[in-house]
């Protein structure tokens, strides 16, 4: 099984800042089979990132990914009052699929 | 554009099984470009997959639940189901429905998702 292990647990930023989450996996992943995901309270996870680096639908230009084999970034540039939620990566490309363990992006 | 929506009882008695539907809008089930799956997420953790299902029937499931999940679809009803047997309190969560887009054999990340269902497990 791959572990994926994001960094930091919690990272407190304030709005116009940019924020920078990574991901390290414990054996490598095709690039093909990384995403990341954001969820705010109460909500379910959307995607925002597939393939390592291709936004999905709607996903606004401040989101990109970035990383190959076992470290990967998911990076926004401007941080807008919506974005402050927690971040996942999933790597789907080995079975058992797996998540990182969540990093909260909260308001400084 | 798809939506999924998952139904089920929201309180089980331990060594009960968890049933849960997952109904598909907007498309069918039938969809070959499509790879069903179940996620969950206990109470303020992270998420983990459960398994997941091909229209054709095609399952594979994660091997700390495999002795226990059963993932089946129902094409006259445009729904897949869950079913986890012998819940305990460590099968309390949030469990949710999700569909990875499939092209050429290559199958892509969970886009959309169902808003979830809360299941507890207590006597």
Redesign the interface.
């Known amino acids: 099984e791959i572990v994926l292990t994001q960094s930091p647990g919690t990272l407190s930023l304030s709005p116009g800042e940019r924020a920078t989450v990574s991901c390290r996996a414990s054996q490598s992943v095709s690039s093909t089979s990384l995403a990341w995901y954001q969820q705010r309270p109460g909500q379910a996870p959307r995607l925002l990132i597939y393939g390592a680096s291709f936004r999905a639908a709607g996903i606004p230009h401040r989101f990109s990914g970035s990383g190959s084999g076992t470290d990967f970034t998911l990076t926004i540039s401007r941080l807008e009052p919506e974005d402050f939620a927690v971040y996942y990566c999933h790597q789907y490309g080995s079975s058992p699929q797996t998540f990182g363990q969540g990093t909260k992006l909260e308001i400084k | 554009q798809l939506q999924l929506q998952e139904s089920g009882p929201g309180l089980v008695k331990p060594s009960e099984t968890l049933s849960l539907t997952c109904t598909l809008s907007y498309d069918s089930i039938s969809n070959s470009t499509y790879f069903w799956g179940w996620i969950r997420q206990p109470p303020g953790k992270?998420?983990?997959?459960i398994g997941?299902i091909f229209y054709s029937g095609s399952t594979?499931y994660?091997?700390?639940l495999k002795s226990r999940v059963t993932i089946s679809v129902d094409t006259s009803k445009n729904q897949f189901s869950l079913k986890l047997t012998s819940v305990t309190a460590a099968d309390t969560a949030v469990y949710?429905c999700a569909g990875?887009y499939c092209d050429n054999g290559?199958?892509?990340?969970?886009?959309p998702?169902?808003?979830?269902t809360r299941v507890t497990v207590s006597s």
């Not at chain 2, 992270?46 to 997959?49: A, R």
């Not at chain 2, 290559?106 to 886009?111: G, K, N, P, R, S």
């Not at chain 2, 998702?113 to 979830?116: A, I, P, R, V």
């Open positions: 992270g998420l983990e997959w997941s594979y994660n091997p700390s949710y990875r290559v199958c892509y990340a969970f886009d998702w169902g808003q979830g």
